[in-house]
Nanobody
Framework: QVQLVESGGGLVQAGGSLSVSCAAS????????MGWFRQAPGKEREFVAA????????YYADSVKGRFTISRDNVKNMGYLQMNSLKPEDTAVYYC?????????????????WGQGTQVTVSS
């Protein structure tokens, strides 16, 4: 089993920056990829970004490309999402996810473990 705990959400004005973190524990060696998803009120959970085991390959949703950066530190068992130029439409609960399988990194059903989520609110 893998446990994931997010931190770092909060309130920021449009155009500002925020970083969220994900601490992994348990069988972390089984993690192949990590991802971030978000869910706004009344909407389905959507893909934000994903990163490979080594960190060399990253994937982004078109809506965040060029503004968000995903990274990971395998020594510390941490995942990060740096969010710049935030917009009100980025407001959502952000979830960290981890997978032990080689699947489409943008599909939520490919992830085996999920954090509890952290709220990010961007005011206009």
């Amino acid at each position: 089993q893998v446990q994931l705990v997010e931190s770092g959400g909060g309130l920021v004005q449009a155009g500002g920056s925020l970083s969220v973190s994900c601490a992994a524990s348990g069988r972390t060696l089984s993690i192949i990829g990590m991802g971030w998803f978000r869910q706004a009120p009344g909407k389905e959970r959507e893909f934000v970004a994903a990163i490979s085991r080594s960190g060399a390959i990253t994937y982004y949703a078109d809506s965040v490309k060029g503004r968000f950066t995903i990274s990971r530190d395998n020594v510390k068992n941490m995942g990060y999402l740096q969010m710049n130029s935030l917009k009100p439409e980025d407001t959502a609960v952000y979830y960290c996810a981890a997978r032990g399988r080689v699947v489409d990194p943008s599909k939520a059903n490919g992830y085996d473990y999920w954090g509890q989520g952290t709220q990010v609110t961007v005011s206009s």
